[in-house]
């Protein structure tokens, strides 16, 4: 095994983020905000080397954010892409999919039905007990291992409170579209905390939430049409979510810990758009519908113990245990009776996770060198129905397993500069042992002037569907390949901030920013032969593609008094060579621009803040496949804004928040060269379903 560790001792734009909104941000308070992502402890924004992007509580509240997917939409450099035959609803950064960005809930990988930590469904994660959430853009394979390719998104949640007793009920109505009603239409929310702080020792809290969705209808008739046109069932399929959390922590001195359990019930309902007629002696002639149900199930053991050791070291240890888990029901839906039939549930898909992650740090008592070494043990066990010919489906269970190691250092050189150089070892069950390498620079200027620049590699290990999937049958072949080899990634990023205080009392502080990122041995479906026997052309994942981009960003923020603007662009330049054995695409660079702007202000005499936050995705282009050559396929642009005004009543016991999503009211946007054809039509892309109105109502009791 060979490994080469590259050093680097360049400047170059890092890409920096901030919070998009905040209620009344004062300077001071910014920089003296805590994370934790990527720190060897708790510390403030500035002082920390990477650049970390912050979601506080208050943006959550404005935007009425009730899951993941809800608070994205409007950061640049994110893409969120929904689907409306699945329900789901996964993130892109930087053009990549989300098997490339890692998601964290108290630093533990988040686990789905398909793997851990990656591709998770936005609208299964809810906000309901999150004090805030902070991204970091960029590898961050040393910190966080594998998948961790173009960055990490962390869930902080609440483990404290300065109240003995903190209850808090909501419940939210919101349009779907155009469509609502009371039961039957519309999106509808409950939820309910509750947390009590025994004494300064001791802290517990609990919390659940409902979030019903009823489907959008569209050009769909719903659920009982029972004309056989194609135009039974949803646009967007109707969807029931029910979360919980339960959380106990400890603190005295240096010792603290923590046990948080969440769980997750999701049915969606699919209702097939064809509909069958029929006649027996019982029914007589009858009208139905073969439909399904999708149940998805998720829970979430976390046990965190921090404290020290020989009055200098300190410890951070977690232990995790996770299972998501799909089964799909089928049936028959009778639509004159309104009645089911022959109804079967199976297995789909599940993973189940056993990981432990533990840190030892503080060797030194010099504090101008710390070191930080640490361990990564993750046991994955997967399940997947797999289908085989003859429309045979075959249960395919596997146990993926890694042993990491990783060191890392922190060197304040000057009270100015800063250097922060890492390094993991992956010993993996399935692959060849992979490695990790990351080194950050800082470095304070005079006059509020920041400087930072990294450079990190890290690798993506295949998922259980590229290893395992098979799909065969008449005239079809696609499989996984077990000897696929992970992707392996090379980053940078640097970036240069300013703070300005005028003498007006106006503040600013701008950033320029930009970033690198090459990733080499792609996993794509590719042509592997054409069977003898019968014609058929079979397929395969294979390592053949490569992936470079390559990023340039300004952010700007304006605050006076109660009043905040931030503004901000990017322009990203993305080359994908993509292979399939059959032919090749063309690798040059393709562009596109994006900004996004927000705007808060607090009227502190009524208690009341305005909020609007706009985002514009500027054109885009790709390759696709049609026919037998690679096209370049492109899409329009598009405009996104929500706003709302969050007002308090009765001594902050009471909380209104009303206001809109999509205000601009996109659903659909085109997409050229999707058919068949050099010279083909486009299709409609599907983005949203349209303009939608809130309504929030809070009660918070604080004794």
């Keep these: 095994m060979k490994f080469k560790i590259t050093l680097f001792a360049v400047v170059l734009f890092y890409q920096i983020s901030f919070s998009q909104q905040k209620d009344t941000i004062k300077s001071h308070e910014k920089l003296s905000e805590v994370v934790v992502t990527g720190q060897f402890e708790p510390q403030s924004i500035k002082k920390s080397v990477f650049n970390v992007r912050v979601i506080s509580n208050k943006d959550i509240q404005n935007l009425a954010a009730n899951n993941l997917s809800d608070v994205l939409n409007q950061y640049l450099n994110i893409t969120v892409r929904p689907s409306s035959t699945s329900g789901r609803s996964t993130v892109s950064l930087f053009g990549l999919d989300a098997q490339y960005f890692k998601i964290l809930v108290d630093n533990v990988p988040l686990v789905n039905e398909g793997g851990v930590g990656n591709n998770t469904d936005l609208s299964q994660i809810n906000l309901n007990d999150v ?67 025994f004494n300064k020792n001791w802290f517990v809290s609990g919390g659940i939430n409902r979030n019903d969705f009823q489907g959008y209808l569209g050009d769909r008739n719903g659920k009982s049409y029972a004309e056989n046109d194609q135009t039974r069932g949803y646009t967007w399929l109707p969807k029931e979510q029910l979360n919980g959390n339960a959380l106990i922590s400890y603190h005295k001195d240096r010792f603290r810990f923590f046990y948080k359990f969440e769980f997750l019930d999701e049915n969606v309902d699919y209702y097939n758009s064809t509909v069958q007629s029929n006649f027996n002696s019982t029914l007589g002639t009858y009208r139905y519908s073969d439909d ?42 009778y639509l004159f009776t309104k009645n089911e039939d022959l109804n079967s549930t199976e297995k789909d898909q599940s993973m189940e996770v056993l990981s432990s992650t533990g840190t030892l740090n503080n060797f030194f008592s010099d504090k101008t060198v710390d070191l930080q070494i640490g361990y990564d043990f993750v046991n994955n066990q997967g399940f997947a129905l797999v289908q085989e010919a003859n429309n045979k489906f075959v249960p395919i269970r596997k146990r993926l ?79 996984g390949n077990e000897n696929l080899i992970p992707e392996t990634s090379t980053s940078y990023e640097a970036s240069i901030k300013k703070f300005m205080t005028f003498s007006s009392g106006w503040q600013w502080s701008g950033t320029l920013a930009g970033s690198f990122l090459n990733v ?42 109660n009043f905040t603007v931030n503004l901000g662009a990017a322009l990203i330049g993305i080359s994908q060579l993509i292979n399939n054995n059959q032919f090749t695409s063309n690798d040059q660079f393709l562009y596109s621009f994006n900004l996004n702007a927000s705007l808060s202000y607090n009227i502190t005499k009524w208690k009341t803040i305005i909020s609007g936050y706009y ?89």
């Design 401 to 479: 397993e890694n042993y990491d190691f990783f060191v890392s250092s922190e060197i304040m050189a000057t009270d100015r500069f800063s250097i922060k150089p890492g390094l993991r070892f992956s010993v993996q069950s399935k692959f060849k042992n992979q490695y990790a390498s990351s080194i950050g620079l800082r470095y304070l200027f005079d006059k509020g002037l920041e400087l930072r620049g990294s450079y990190g590699n890290g690798f993506r290990t295949p998922n259980f569907d590229e290893l395992y999937t098979k799909q065969i049958f008449d005239g079809h072949f696609f499989t």
């Design 292 to 333: 399904m149900r999708y149940f998805t199930n998720r829970y979430f053991h976390n046990l965190n113990v921090t404290g020290g050791l020989f009055s200098q070291l300190n410890y951070n240890v977690s232990v995790s245990h996770q299972k998501q888990q799909r089964e799909i029901e089928n049936f028959r839906y």
């Design 131 to 197: 004090d805030h959430i902070e991204i970091v853009e960029g590898s961050m394979g040393v910190a966080y291992g594998a998948n961790a390719v173009s960055g990490v998104l962390n869930i902080i949640t609440k483990k404290s409170s300065k109240y003995k007793w903190n209850i808090t009920a909501s419940v939210q109505e919101e349009t779907v579209g155009d469509e609502y009603s009371l039961f039957e239409k519309g999106r509808h929310i409950q939820s309910l905390r509750v947390a009590h702080t």
């Design 615 to 703: 985002k514009y995705n500027g054109k885009s282009r790709q390759f696709i496949e049609s026919g037998s050559e690679y096209v370049l396929s492109e899409i329009d642009p598009s405009n996104w804004l929500d706003a709302s005004i969050r007002k308090n009543f009765f001594k902050d016991h009471f909380e209104a928040t009303i206001g809109a999503r999509n205000i601009l009211n996109v659903t659909n946007v085109n997409q050229t060269r999707t058919t068949e054809g050099a010279h083909a039509s486009g299709s409609n892309l599907m983005l949203a379903y349209g303009r939608s109105y809130f309504l929030k109502l809070a009660y918070n009791l604080n004794l």
């Design 520 to 561: 080499d041995d792609r996993i794509d479906m590719a042509f592997i032969r054409k069977n003898p026997d019968t014609g058929t052309p079979e397929y395969q994942y294979i390592n053949v593609s490569k992936y470079q981009m390559w990023n340039f960003s300004t952010m700007n923020q304006i605050v006076k008094d």
